[in-house]
């Protein structure tokens, strides 16, 4: 499974998703230039955290016109698996390819710290091996993590079980305690807290590889089945 | 030439953490008179062309894809010149 990780003026995260990729999963894994125009080598995109374009104007409202961003489209599209996370989720909200936004926090404080996360769907590509309702130590460092969508995309995200994650105690303001969410069809994620960072002990926690590990779990059972026929 | 001059605000239904803080701020100075705060961006773009009914078009354009994010801002505007 080749996964890409993309890289903005500004990322900052993108090497703890590659190391977490390399250490967790051991598959193969690239740095992806913003300017790039060809993704159709990658099974899974990584839309690291940071500041892309120092936040100007919007978080994420920049990034989203790089041209890469495109081919994040066009994969999401084909039914390629994307997660973002930070500001990575900041920019597919901005692209359009998950409803809603994130805004100002609440406390118009920058958190960064340990928050304990509710798994709400664990049929995700990205969850499977996690237990539902299970409690995650996964850390948060955002100003800007407090998400908002409309009652009715709020209520089409909850009837499709799209909330992925919600916070146990919400840090920021996030309406319904909204950590994480995916599309309608559940290939594309978005995330404020990062699990690239609780990838070993060593680091705090290590709740964060069973993103890395479902992933690929779901890769192998769709590559395994289709190599079957 | 031609001057836009752009007004982006949080939605009137959303809350904006900010206006709040200054609303409070403002409170705890003595002015007892302010009601609710809205923090909004103004930006002035100049723009090469005299053609106000197009420069219309096109500045509403940039405010859509990318001044505003209409999920939770509001924006309007004023052609100069």
Known sequence: MKFAVLVFPGSNCDIDCYKAVEDTLGE????????????????CILVPGGFSYGDYLRCGAISRFAPVM???????????????????????????????????????????????????????????????????????????????????????????????????????????????ISNERGNVVGMMPHPERAVSSLLGSEDGKKMFTSILKTWRDQHESASVR | MLKAKVYVTIKQSVLDPQGVAVQGALHSMGFHEVGSVRIGKYMELQLDTEDRFEAEARVKAMCEKLLANTVVEDYRFELEG
């Open chain 1, 70 to 180: 495109a081919e994040v489209a066009k994969a999401a599209e084909a039914g390629k698996f994307v997660l973002g996370i930070c500001n990575g989720f900041q920019i597919l909200t901005e692209a359009g390819l998950l409803p809603g936004t994130l805004r100002r926090n609440m406390s118009l404080k920058f958190r960064c710290h340990d928050t304990l996360l509710r798994v709400e769907n664990n049929g995700n590509p990205f969850t499977k091996e996690y237990a539902l309702g299970e409690e995650i130590n996964i850390p948060i460092a955002h100003g800007e993590g407090n998400y908002y969508c409309d009652e009715t995309t709020l209520a089409k995200l909850q009837a499709n079980g799209q909330i992925i994650f919600r916070y146990v105690n919400n840090p920021n303001g996030s309406l319904d305690d909204i950590a994480g």
């Open chain 1, 28 to 43: 193969p894994v690239d740095y992806v230039w913003h300017t790039a125009t060809d993704l159709s080598a990658y099974d």
